[in-house]
């Protein structure tokens, strides 16, 4: 049975955010997002992860009011932002935005950019709580330098900390770590991520980035061609995917297809293949590499077919290994330990069920 870890906290969790059937388009009859629908809870991160042109940005732009909505409706803690008769301009919604550059002012220091947006407060507090805001990211000691002086990772939290300032009820990040090197971008990831959570605020963050969905956000909502394929927990996306695009996307998987007659058992080119459930007729299912092993045929049951390595990415924790079975590929990734080389005969042995894909 594939491991899944449901996140029953959400089923309880009072909505902040709620999105019902929005659409957008720029030219006449090409929409841009199509009848999405997806809610989000209080202290709670979701990801809109999609390929770039998916429509994931411009759904982030619709919930800040940057643009307008053609049909559907939008509403923050039950108070409507957003409908073909109502809209509320950006700065009115209790909305921050991170952007993908950042958008710091050049001519200001840290401190001002932060203190900038502080509006309700009097001038005089606003320095007091911006510096206040600025430490709580780890940005105390530089709030005098201006964003020329800063790394891509020190202007990032100096653009959450401006994002977070007037407290809003909600934080929109787009593609906020796109910019940072490999290394960087992930220390800064789970510095932002800690930084909402003990804030207590709620985030939506728009990334192409698998990875950074699945250890970033709460819940994952997997956009195609303008539309939400599946939302669900890291867990639920990755290991129970509902489609061949979100099985692709979310990493590298195996896609079988095939007839069977109201069974859990499929026969494939590596052998009999066990089901995460009961299906007839036609079926397509999907198994991740490291949910399949190789090993010496010798002794092996006759129920798995025998094949050969012709590529091995050999990574130091793991191995990947390309295997042929009667002339179709298929990728295992195994540790350290399972070690063969290029030609060697193998068989191919899943150690998880397939999911059956609904499309």
């Given at each position: 049975m594939n491991r899944l870890v449901p996140d029953h906290r959400c089923l309880h969790q009072q909505m902040l955010l709620e999105v019902?059937?929005?659409?957008?388009?720029?030219?006449?009859?090409?929409?841009?997002?199509r009848?999405?629908?997806?809610?989000?809870?209080e202290n709670e991160i979701f990801a809109l992860l999609g390929p770039s042109g998916c429509g994931k940005t411009t759904t982030l732009r619709l919930i800040s009011g940057f643009e307008k909505l053609d049909s559907g409706e939008i509403y923050l803690e039950g108070d409507l932002l957003s409908s073909t008769k109502k809209h509320v301009a950006p700065q009115k919604r209790g909305i921050g935005f991170v952007f993908q550059d950042y958008a710091l002012f050049p001519h200001m220091t840290a401190l001002e950019n932060v203190a900038f947006g502080l509006t309700d407060l009097p001038k005089h507090k606003r320095k007091v709580f911006a510096e206040e805001v600025l430490c709580r990211t780890g940005m105390g000691d530089h709030q005098h330098k201006g964003p020329a002086e800063l790394s891509g990772g020190q202007q990032q939290r100096v653009a959450l900390a401006r994002a977070i300032a007037p407290e809003p009820k909600l934080i929109l990040l787009d593609e906020p770590f796109s910019n940072l090197d490999a290394i960087l971008r992930e220390s800064t990831r789970k510095e932002v991520r800690s930084i909402i959570k003990k804030a207590g605020m709620s985030a939506v963050l728009v990334t192409h980035d698998q990875e950074e969905a699945l250890s970033f956000a709460d819940r994952i909502g997997v956009m195609n061609e303008g539309r939400i394929e599946q939302i669900g927990t890291p867990e639920e996306v990755y290991y129970q995917p509902k489609s061949k695009f979100v099985a692709r996307f979310l990493g590298r998987t195996n896609i079988?297809?095939?007839?069977?007659?109201?069974?859990?058992?499929?026969e494939t080119k590596i052998g009999h293949l066990k089901l995460n459930r009961k299906a007839k007729g036609k079926i397509t299912c999907s198994i991740r590499p490291e949910h399949l092993t190789i090993e010496s045929p010798n002794g092996t049951s006759d129920k798995y077919q025998k094949g050969m390595i012709v590529a091995r990415e050999f990574k130091g924790h793991d191995i990947t290994y390309h295997v042929e079975c009667d002339?179709?590929?298929?990728?295992?990734?195994?540790?350290?330990r399972i070690l063969f080389e290029q030609n060697d005969e193998v068989v191919v042995r899943p150690l998880e069920s397939a999911v059956v894909l609904e499309r």
């Open positions: 019902k059937n929005i659409e957008k388009s720029f030219v006449e009859g090409v929409p841009v997002v009848q999405t629908t997806f809610s989000v809870g079988f297809e095939g007839e069977i007659e109201d069974s859990d058992i499929i002339g179709e590929r298929y990728i295992v990734h195994t540790d350290n």
